[in-house]
């Protein structure tokens, strides 16, 4: 009987579950709505949660909204890679409505000298709503729906008080591709009867999932880079207006519950402010009530930190603000079997939408303390500038402009201002060229922002880490930096602009191109493609009195498939479009190698394909997807695994391996073993190191020394082994510059992002290591001292012969985040030059 009654029960449960919830499930039934106002479903075509929202639909809606509502105004402040438009609707009272610009500018002078005598009690509070920065986190986006029908339609004291004292930058999707990818997926594996079984295919989307966006990025990682589309729209948004609080909507592991921050007191960045915090747990007591109010179970002050500042919940905490972060226990579906019972997406949905409402419930009841604590912060931000006054920062690469473009470029999308130099100068053995370096002074209003961006910090008071513990930008460019005199600059830029290219004189001998520059892996790609003979130079030279590195390009003139003036043109088009300088030259007669030399080896044109699929991580595969296809217009052709057998790899010359988390069938591995050995060469990164070890391609002499715990208990266990995690730290090597893998680079230092406890022993013979970690090698971040000592005189990069073929290996990684500008240059020269290694 027991047993029958439990069936019963189940079978009523999963009965209850597939009826679609409507509107009154979310909503708070004690005030009245606008019937004028139209509905979800009325426009999407289904219950909010019965279906996941498609961005086509939910941007339908949102647009409706806009239209029937005079509390909203829209705005599309781009597109998504594949084209999606990066909404943002603006909610407030009319009155604000036609106000709204004086209202943005007052909010700002608020960050300004002179705003003591700004009245904060008539101010309204500014708050930024962001839904789904991870497409496979769905009830963000989909209670976007409820939200947004909720302040335009809902009539109520309380509403009109939160309209007439907020401003709501609602932004309905953060990850618009993402969103689209993981909601067909979720729809298209959905049955008419709702299946809770953790193993029904509905809740194991395919690789690479919908979290990321169109070259799988996870992009609640770009705050601080803004390196894609989608990061740049919300970062304008976010210095355009400043907000005092923002919220970021994400989900979680089904058997968790709803999180909250503020998260572990003890991973909070030194530069945050106390005060943030504090408010942050003030805040906190509006969404306890809340979840309390409808029975859900919640958390905060645990987990997660607040310490990396590109992503969206730490981001506002060195900008004067506060940033959320809510985590909802995910359904990845329509109904699933956890530990809290059986978890719906309507109920995840409810979650993400009771506490969007408590946040600007918080919002308008701390109105006054919150925009008091933004006018305190850039006081004492002021405060701070003002003894940097005469200093500032510089940053460059006397060879390569573009490098030191794109930090600026950063900077400048951070509202900071950057300045050119007065003229070249060095300093501390550092040569700073004009045009190839700049200046930011250190009297400015986001110092704080600045000191985050460029700081090295290697002292922590917690060994764990959610993300990253350093992101040193100029160290991630691999530039010249450190403090200085601002009397060495120039005027501040206003229109920052990538040198132009150019060819110094048209030749009937040769053309030559140093190696240095970012984007010469562009031009070189345009060169051999288009047919033309171009030869690298393993040494330096000395040709007409101009000093050329280890690397230099060289073309000839004669026996090419165009005549000299046509090959003129194409070379100054090239030129061009990479941004770079090439130089004619009349004789082939040179200081050290002559042209003709056999020290200048042939090229051939790269084919590039990468494995993809089951078993290889998104993340490291599309950021060299996104290297290739967006910086260096490359072609990659991405081979997934499920059909890697079928495909002739003869045409491919080289193919690329990522970060391997799990195992690879064993017909690709012999696959892959016949095309080295017949001559590819094939590129492995990170834990693909292992992979290859243990299927015999290499045999690396790894360093593993077993760390055994001493006085650590059992509820500790965790914490010590989650000190031995590398998590993203930077350190220091040595390189030979006249090795192939460095060429381009004009120190014989570099510094490196490592996220891997993968260390390899050194080669005995000295010019085996072109890369090696010094005896002193933690540049900024953290490391456990028992790795720290593995690392000290490994090395990062080997060389494997197989037959006629090559293995090449990285144990970590060079295009980290698309913003590790300064090692991009290391996989592209195993890339182009492998034959030389």
Not at 463 to 487: K, N
């Amino acid at each position: 009987m027991k047993k029958l009654l439990l069936l019963l029960f189940t079978v009523t449960q999963c009965v209850r579950a597939q009826a679609p919830e409507d509107l009154s499930y979310y909503l708070p039934q004690n005030i009245s709505y606008n019937t004028d106002i139209p509905t979800p479903k009325s426009v999407i075509g289904h219950e909010v949660g019965e279906w996941h929202v498609t961005h086509d639909k939910l941007v339908e809606y949102m647009k409706t909204l806009a239209e029937a509502s005079d509390r909203i105004s829209i705005e599309d402040r781009g597109t998504t890679y594949e084209g999606r438009p990066l909404l943002l609707l603006t909610i407030t009272s009319p009155e604000n409505h036609r106000n709204i610009e004086n209202i943005r500018r007052e909010h700002l002078k608020l960050s300004e000298p002179g705003s003591g005598s700004l009245s904060t009690g008539d101010m309204p509070v500014v708050v930024y709503q962001g839904f789904s920065i991870h497409g496979n986190e769905p009830s963000g986006s989909n209670a976007a729906l409820v939200a947004a029908y909720y302040l335009a339609a809902g009539e109520s004291p309380e509403i009109d008080e939160i309209l007439d004292h907020t401003v709501i930058l609602f932004d309905p999707c953060f990850n618009p591709d993402g969103l689209q990818r993981f909601a067909y997926w979720a729809n298209t594996n959905k049955s008419r009867n709702l299946n809770p079984d953790k193993n029904e295919r509905e809740y194991h989307e395919v690789w690479p999932g919908g979290r990321t966006n169109h070259y799988w990025f996870d992009m609640n990682r770009d705050w601080l880079p803004v390196q894609l589309p989608e990061s740049r729209a919300r970062i304008a948004t976010y210095h355009r207006w400043l907000p005092n609080i923002l919220t970021d909507h994400h989900e979680m592991g089904t058997n968790s519950t709803f999180f909250f921050q503020p998260g572990e007191p003890n991973r909070v960045h030194p530069l945050t402010p106390q005060m943030n915090q504090e408010l942050t747990k003030q805040i906190g007591k509006f969404h306890i009530k809340a979840l309390n109010n409808i029975g859900s179970l919640y958390y905060s002050e645990e987990n997660y930190d607040d310490f990396f500042y590109g992503k969206g919940s730490t981001f506002p905490d060195i900008n004067g603000g506060i940033g959320i972060l809510f985590e909802q226990g995910s359904s990845r579906g329509h109904i699933q079997e956890s530990d809290n019972g059986l978890l719906t997406f309507p109920f995840t949905i409810r979650n993400q939408f009771t506490t969007a409402l408590s946040t600007l419930e918080a919002a308008s009841n701390m109105r006054k303390q919150l925009l008091d604590y933004q006018r305190s912060f850039y006081t004492d931000t002021r405060s701070q500038a003002s003894k940097g006054k005469g200093k500032a920062l510089v940053f460059g690469d006397e060879k390569d402009a573009a490098k030191a473009y794109h930090l600026a470029e950063i900077l400048k999308r951070q509202q900071i201002k950057v300045y050119d130099l007065a003229g070249d100068f060095t300093e501390n053995k550092k040569h700073y060229k004009e045009g190839f370096a700049y200046m930011v002074p250190k009297n400015q209003k986001n110092i704080k922002l600045i000191e985050a961006m460029f700081e090295t910090r290697t002292e922590f008071t917690d060994s764990l880490f959610y993300d990253i513990s350093s992101w040193t930008f100029p160290l991630a460019f691999d530039l010249d930096y450190g403090e200085t005199a601002l009397s060495h600059a120039g005027q501040e830029i206003s229109d920052l602009r990538l040198r132009e290219g150019k060819i110094n004189r048209q030749s009937n001998y040769a053309y030559l191109l140093e190696w240095h520059e970012y984007y010469t892996p562009k031009a070189l790609y345009q060169i051999l493609r288009k047919g033309i003979r171009a030869k690298v130079g393993k040494t330096p030279f000395t040709i007409e009195d101009r000093e050329y590195d280890y690397g230099t390009i060289m073309i000839p003139v004669q026996n090419q498939k165009m005549d000299s003036g046509a090959l003129y043109v194409f070379l100054q088009k090239v030129a061009e479009e990479s941004h770079l300088e090439i130089d004619g030259v009349s004789t082939g007669h040179a200081v050290g190698s002559d042209l003709g030399s056999n020290q200048f080896k042939t090229l051939e044109m790269p084919q590039v394909a990468m494995l993809t699929g089951n078993g290889i991580s998104p993340y490291d595969a599309g950021e060299i997807w996104h290297l290739f296809d967006q910086r260096y217009d490359i072609p990659i052709t991405k081979i997934d695994e499920s059909y890697f057998n079928r495909v002739n790899l003869d045409k491919y010359n080289v193919l690329i391996l990522t970060s391997t988390r799990g195992s690879l069938n064993t017909d690709i591995k012999e696959k892959l073993q016949t095309w080295v050995k017949n001559g590819g060469v094939l590129i492995g990164y990170r834990q693909a190191v292992n992979w290859l070890k243990n299927n015999e391609f290499i045999d690396p002499e790894l360093r593993k020394k077993e760390i055994t715990a001493k006085d650590v208990t059992y509820e500790q266990q965790q914490d010590f082994r989650g000190a031995q995690v590398t998590g993203g730290a930077i350190f220091e090597a040595d390189v030979d510059r006249s090795h192939p893998i460095n060429f381009g680079y004009k120190n014989d230092k570099i510094a490196l992002f490592r996220n891997t406890n993968i260390f390899m022993e050194p080669d005995e013979q000295s010019y085996n290591n072109p890369i090696i970690y010094t005896d002193d090698p933690l540049l900024s971040g953290y490391i456990s001292e028992e790795n720290l000592e593995q690392l000290k005189g490994s090395v990062p990069f080997k060389v494997f012969r197989s037959g006629k073929g090559k293995v090449i290996i990285f144990t970590d990684n060079t295009n980290f985040r698309a913003f590790w500008y300064g090692t991009n240059k290391l996989l592209m020269n195993a890339i182009f030059f492998n034959k030389l290694m």
